[in-house]
């Protein structure tokens, strides 16, 4: 399996309260995703890397920011979480542009009340 | 239009069937084209690449049809082991982006 490894994997926050989703890979791939899925919508691009401190907004980066400052760390942060939010998310690697190597991690599930 | 497009379905098929999923995209500058498969709860995995030529992998087929802008995947024999959503995804242009269809959910029945 890839390395790659998500954290916290469950959790349950409450509205208005920061949250970071930490996304953690092992293989030094260039390219990292953070995407949300849900029902009737599937796998909806938050925001993307491209490199050290290079990221690019996705289909709904609205209420979500990241950062990557070194390469095998990329972190989603909610600033204030709204019930809206409650999803369960993913995190994916690639390690070309051919996304012959793309892999997910197993997915957090953020419940926010 | 969404960039890519899905049937959600389901499918509901008996074990040893074909059936066939579409997928449309919008951008048709699009280079690269993957199937996934994903079991309920778990991460999606890669199925199989799409390429121009077509490919094969067993049971399953993958073609793209660039004039039309789909892609398709077929499945031969249906195995119970086959139920799961089926998503395609696109990376659009030249960018580096990986975008998915909503998935359509596949059910073979005993």
């Known amino acids: 399996d890839a390395g790659i490894t998500q954290s916290p994997r469950h959790k349950v926050t409450e509205t208005g309260t920061p949250v970071t989703l930490r996304c953690h890979q092992t293989e030094n791939h260039r390219y990292m995703y953070w995407y949300r899925q849900d029902p009737g919508h599937g796998l909806r691009l938050i925001h993307y890397s491209y490199g050290v401190k290079d990221t690019d907004k996705g289909e709904v980066s609205d209420g979500y920011s990241v950062s990557r400052s070194k390469t095998e760390d990329f972190l989603l942060t909610l600033e204030s979480a709204t019930s809206s939010q409650t999803s369960v998310y993913f995190c994916a690697i690639n390690g070309d542009r051919s996304g012959n190597t793309i892999y997910f991690g197993e997915g957090s599930w953020l419940t926010v009340v | 239009r969404k960039e890519v497009e899905q049937d959600p379905g389901p499918f509901n098929v008996p074990e040893g069937a074909t059936v066939a999923f579409n997928c449309t995209y919008s951008n048709s500058a699009s280079q690269s084209f993957f199937w996934y498969r994903q079991d309920c709860r778990k991460e999606p995995k890669l199925l199989m690449s799409?390429?121009?030529s077509g490919n094969e992998d067993g049971r399953f087929t993958a073609q793209l049809n660039r004039a039309s802008q789909y892609i398709s995947l077929l499945i031969r024999d249906s195995k119970l082991s086959d139920s799961a959503t089926y998503l395609c995804a696109v990376i659009p242009g030249a960018t580096n982006k990986l975008i998915f269809g909503t998935g359509t959910l596949l059910a073979v029945q005993p």
């Open positions: 799409v390429y121009s």
